[in-house]
Nanobody, 124 residues
Framework: QVQLVESGGGLVQAGGSLRLSCAAS????????MGWFRQAPGKEREFVAA????????SYADSVKGRFTISRDNAKNTVYLQMNSLKPEDTAVYYC?????????????????WGQGTQVTVSL
């Protein structure tokens, strides 16, 4: 069983930064791809970023490319999402997830385990 716990969300002004963390339990973390997704009120869950098991491959949604960075520390069983130059449209609940495979998918349907989410609110 895998448990994921996100932290680091909050309220920030436009142009500011936040760093989200996702701590994972279970032995499979270092051999599992991880993804970050977000869901705004009234909208579908959307892909934000993903990283493969080693950290060697990463993918980003076009809307966050150049502003967000995903990384992982397998020794700490933690994946991060550094968010810079935040915009009001980044406001959402952010979720981390794992598909328990070596390589990621950009589709939330492919992910088996999810955290509870952390709220990110960007004000003008």
């Amino acid at each position: 069983q895998v448990q994921l716990v996100e932290s680091g969300g909050g309220l920030v002004q436009a142009g500011g930064s936040l760093r989200l963390s996702c701590a994972a339990s279970g032995r499979s973390f270092s051999s599992s791809a991880m993804g970050w997704f977000r869901q705004a009120p009234g909208k579908e869950r959307e892909f934000v970023a993903a990283i493969d098991w080693s950290g060697g491959r990463r993918s980003y949604a076009d809307s966050v490319k150049g502003r967000f960075t995903i990384s992982r520390d397998n020794a700490k069983n933690t994946v991060y999402l550094q968010m810079n130059s935040l915009k009001p449209e980044d406001t959402a609940v952010y979720y981390c997830a794992t598909n328990q495979k070596l390589y990621y998918s950009v589709s939330h349907i492919q992910y088996d385990y999810w955290g509870q989410g952390t709220q990110v609110t960007v004000s003008l």
